[in-house]
């Protein structure tokens, strides 16, 4: 393994959105950015006329690093969907900070050696 990668194994939240549009996943984001450092986002290719395809909006962050802006209610269109993935620390870290710019409800958590998976359902507040 790389040093780069045993620094931000621990630190790495890859937040997953679904259910949203673009705008909903842009403002969630935006208010992570804010406090985190955007680390890699991946944009949803258009789907083909093949029938109906959830779309997912893929975002990592490094939670030790960033500008830690104060964040406050951010406004969506509609519910968001949002998995958080990474370490402990840094999951908890993500969801605090997502508490403070949205309505959040715990829909599920899974836990493994090394990493914890938060299922979120974010709202305006």
Do not use: N
């Not at 621990?10 to 406090?35: G, I, N, P, Y």
């Not at 450092?37 to 779309?55: M, R």
């Not at 519910?79 to 710019?101: F, H, I, N, P, W």
């Not at 050696?113 to 305006?124: F, H, I, K, V």
Request: charged fraction near 25%.
């Amino acid at each position: 393994m790389s040093d780069v990668y045993d620094l931000h194994i621990d630190t790495d939240v890859t937040v997953q959105l679904s259910d949203c549009c673009q705008e909903d996943a842009r403002a969630v984001f935006e208010l992570l950015d804010r406090v985190y450092q955007l680390e890699d986002v991946e944009t949803p290719s258009p789907q083909g006329a093949a029938g109906p395809a959830t779309t997912v909006w893929t975002a990592t962050f490094d939670t030790a690093a960033g500008r830690r802006e104060e964040v406050g209610p951010t406004s969506l269109s509609d519910m968001v969907g949002a998995t958080l993935t990474g370490g402990y620390r840094a999951v908890d870290e993500v969801e605090k900070v997502l508490a403070t710019g949205f309505d959040i409800r715990s829909l599920q958590a899974v836990s493994g050696d090394q990493e914890t998976e938060a299922r979120l359902l974010l709202a305006s507040r």
